[in-house]
């Protein structure tokens, strides 16, 4: 029988928080390049006219970098 000691509890949570799975890790990713997208697209859209011409292009370079990053993490989530 199983003895009920927590210190079996607590190196299982411990394990379970500081070596996550690798799905995990992937979603974070994921989750990271969209709000990238997102922020590069907000600051885009309400701050066009008061942005210089290089930053303008910094921020779609960005942004077109993000999109392709989330596609090609994308492609690898959905062949597995």
């Known amino acids: ?42 600051i885009l859209v309400t701050g066009a006219d008061n942005l210089s011409s290089d930053t303008m292009a910094y921020l779609v370079a960005g942004l077109f970098a993000a999109f392709f990053m989330l596609g090609g993490i994308y492609s690898r989530i959905s062949s597995i």
């Open 1 to 42: 029988m199983i003895e009920n000691n927590p210190m079996i509890g607590f190196s299982s949570t411990a394990m379970g928080i500081f070596a996550p799975v690798k799905r995990v890790i992937v979603d974070m990713v994921m989750v990271q390049l969209l709000a990238i997208i997102v922020t590069l697209g907000l």
